[in-house]
């Protein structure tokens, strides 16, 4: 017995080693390489000059007022794009969900974004958001309201990303949550409706809990997605103005590989990897004492 199991042990790993391979040559082996690096002054273009230098990186780190700057402004992207993207895909998937004429047609509408390049997104609202001749200004105008900044203002470029974020990415959580209605068996509605309540009734006794799963899931990956931030804000305001879109991710790029400071990224990127696992463990906590 202790055999056959062994023959077929091997006979799954075989199968999986394609992908252990490869977990581990892009995953696991540049995280640790990257754990190594913080510790040392490694600059790209000297790799061989590279020594140990201890915690020197992290010193430096916490003094940076660019680092720290990223990491006020991820948790404001996160705390704002993710109410805004989950409401979004909930209210659209509601509005889908009955059988209407068009239905398909509003389908491919708000999911089309999703399909779409962050680059080709970022470009389009670029020219949208023009503070002198784009054409949300425009719009403003005409209803009375006075051009705004938008992206070249510190106060609302955050805020013009999250909004762009979670344009973008809503119809992904849509198609999710419609999946999660449509598996809400109908009896349970009829017999509400036999017991006098309203759709709002509907809605919070029984759409909502019996959607607690799939929400639970669309949170996590969508708060995963967040916290990568990095291509919106370096096609449409290259981390400005005055840092305020300033992200990690892309903060890391930039010392990385534009200053070529491997060792000083690599304290970000070991920094930024706790904090990112701390406020997983939270989340999958509580959503562990909510069930």
Request: proline letters at 5%.
């Amino acid at each position: 017995m202790k055999r056959i199991n062994l023959k077929e042990n091997l006979v799954a790993y075989s199968f999986m080693s394609p992908a252990l391979i490869l977990l581990g040559t892009f995953l696991l082996l540049p995280a640790l390489m990257a754990v190594y690096y913080a510790f040392t002054d490694y600059y790209l273009l000297t790799p061989q000059d590279k020594k140990f230098i201890g915690l020197e990186n992290f010193v430096q780190l916490f003094n940076d007022p660019v680092f720290l700057q990223s990491l006020k402004n991820i948790f404001i992207f996160v705390i704002c794009v993710i109410p805004i993207q989950v409401g979004a895909a909930l209210g659209l998937a509601l509005l889908i969900n009955k059988n209407r004429r068009g239905n398909l047609f509003f389908k491919v509408a708000y999911f089309s974004p999703v399909v779409l390049s962050l680059v080709v997104i970022s470009v389009l609202w670029l020219y949208l958001l023009n503070p002198s001749d784009g054409m949300i200004n425009a719009i403003l105008e005409k209803v009375g309201i006075e051009p705004q900044p938008f992206l070249t203002s510190p106060d609302q470029a955050m805020y013009t990303i999250v909004f762009v974020s979670a344009w973008q990415g809503a119809g992904y959580q849509m198609l999710i949550f419609l999946a999660g209605l449509q598996n809400i068996p109908s009896s349970v509605y009829e017999a509400s409706k036999i017991d006098g309540a309203n759709n709002w009734q509907n809605f919070l006794h029984i759409t909502l809990p019996l959607l607690k799963p799939t929400s639970i899931l669309i949170m996590i990956t969508t708060l995963i997605a967040a916290f990568k931030l990095i291509i919106q804000p370096m096609v449409m305001t290259q981390g400005g103005p005055m840092n305020s879109t300033m992200t990690p991710v892309y903060y890391i790029y930039q010392t990385g590989f534009s200053d070529r400071l491997i060792g000083y990224a690599s304290a970000m990127t070991v920094v930024f990897g706790i904090l990112i696992g701390i406020v997983t463990i939270i989340q999958s906590r509580i959503s562990k004492e909510d069930e």
